[in-house]
């Protein structure tokens, strides 16, 4: 059943700031009153409208029937805390221009590291998942100088370029049909040697496939590499509890890789840019370190300037995050992990439809809340023209998903369909919002429609 509101944006919060706001005030009432500079604020109204008016030419990222790429809407309780913070405007670069928020990064921080069972650790926010994993690369450059990089075809591009800039040597390893990847083609590189660092991919972000981290683990001690889990889109989903067995066991090891990357920007609940770089040994700070004349002068604590590549950061992001996982706490069973596993099921349910559709060839079952299908038609070239239509269709009637490249041999396709290329042009649904749960018959609808549209009536 559809939640129905009154207004698509939430905003009954917004009293709640103007009270936060006052409490903030009564804290800096014993300053000596100042003269504030005189600020424009006659045409404010008329720019911040047609602002508003120009913000209309997106997409509906917040509605359940925007299921295309990976966005999510900030918790109310994030966008509040993020505003709060903007009054004073922190920088978290140096405690010197951030204690409060600095704090409150490092206990955030330090609650990413207890989900997946780290209670020492080293790790910051960044600026998004890119420059996490740069990060964790860097580190594993200065770890191991000239050895090699390996991850899977189906990563996230950014590790080979980000290696490129690091210069780093880098090399992609085949995947499974299931876009995991491949462990034969992995052992068979290992074996060759002058390996560094095996990054694990933990929900790729065009299907939400888990790599067998178990497996890989068993690969290290045998090979001796270091292992970076990439888990920026998949990493809090370690607090559901209705993955499959086999994604389950890769969760559950987790707590052993030397760095992990998770996005809260993502399924975190937070506006953006806000990515988390953690690694398990603290040790590594020592790559960090450097001298600065002016930023470190009042207090012998760490500064989280002093264990990051960046400089200037919002200390916003922080409190937004804290606040966040203050009102949700990451543990398995509560609101926050329901919610995600509401996103799962979302996407089950919707591959069950697809499944019994005589027109789609789902891909295999997802593991996390990405769903990705097929079009049946007579070649693979037809079947990608037909997925862009249905895309295109699909929209019209108010519904958006997205369209991806993949592998023919990610799909089981019929006998007699002629395989004229390599890729099939397939659309892709991200589940990510738990609302999409209750919204699949809709969406399932609407997809049918577009399909009825664009392919015919079928029996």
Not at 121 to 135: A, D, I, V
Not at 154 to 159: C, I, L, M, S
Not at 263 to 281: A, R, S, T
Not at 305 to 316: K, T, V
Request: aromatic residues 8%; negative net charge; contains cysteine.
């Amino acid at each position: 059943m559809e939640n129905k509101t009154s207004a698509m944006l939430e905003k009954n919060s917004l009293s709640i700031l103007f009270k936060a706001l006052g409490a903030l005030e009564e804290g800096f009432a014993d300053l000596p009153a100042h003269a504030r500079e005189a600020q424009e604020t006659s045409g404010m109204e008329a720019v911040l409208l047609e602002a508003a008016a120009r913000l209309q030419d997106n997409y509906p990222y917040f509605h359940p029937l925007y299921a295309g790429q990976m966005l999510k809407p900030p918790h109310p309780v994030a966008r509040l805390a993020y505003a709060l913070a903007m009054w004073i405007n922190p920088n978290n670069h140096a405690l010197d221009g951030g204690r409060a928020s600095s704090a409150m990064e490092k206990e955030a921080v330090a609650g990413i590291a207890r989900m997946i069972g780290w209670d020492t650790h080293l790790g910051h926010l960044c600026g998004g998942g890119t420059m996490s994993n740069m990060e964790a690369l860097w580190v594993s450059g200065q770890l191991r100088p000239g050895d090699t990089v390996l991850a899977s075809q189906q990563a996230h591009y950014t590790h080979h370029r980000l290696s490129s800039v690091l210069g780093l040597n880098f090399e992609s390893v085949p995947t499974d049909r299931k876009s995991r990847m491949d462990l034969s083609q992995l052992e068979k590189r290992l074996e060759q040697g002058r390996v560094g660092t095996v990054i694990v991919t933990i929900g790729t972000t065009a299907t939400g496939s888990v790599d067998p981290l178990p497996e890989l683990l068993s690969l290290r001690d045998k090979y001796g590499f270091r292992i970076h889990a990439d888990a920026a889109y998949g990493g809090y989903f370690c607090l559901v509890d209705n993955l499959m067995e086999e994604t389950r066991r890769a969760y559950d090891r987790l707590s052993e890789v030397d760095s992990i990357v998770i996005d809260p920007h993502k399924h975190g609940l937070q506006p953006y840019g806000c990515g988390c770089v953690i690694f398990k040994d603290p040790s590594v700070g020592r790559f960090y370190k450097h001298d600065s004349p002016y930023t470190y002068f009042s207090s012998n604590e760490l500064h989280l300037g002093e264990i990051s590549l960046e400089c200037s950061r919002p200390g916003a992001s922080a409190v937004g995050l804290w606040a966040t996982q203050k009102l949700l706490p990451l543990v398995k069973g509560g609101v926050f992990a329901t919610g995600l596993g509401k996103s799962r099921s979302a996407a089950l349910a919707l591959f069950k439809k697809l499944a019994a559709d005589n027109r789609f060839i789902p891909a295999f079952t997802p593991e996390l809340d990405i769903v990705v299908w097929a079009v049946k038609a007579p070649s693979a070239s037809r079947s990608s023209e037909l997925a862009r239509g249905i895309f295109s269709e699909a929209a019209l009637f108010g519904l958006h998903l997205a369209l991806a490249e993949m592998p023919v041999s990610f799909f089981d396709l019929p006998g007699d369909m002629v395989v004229d290329q390599d890729s099939l042009t397939s659309l892709r649904s991200v589940l990510m919002k738990p609302e999409h749960f209750d919204w699949i018959d809709r969406i399932y609808d609407i997809l049918d429609q577009a399909g009825k549209h664009v392919c015919g009536h079928q029996d």
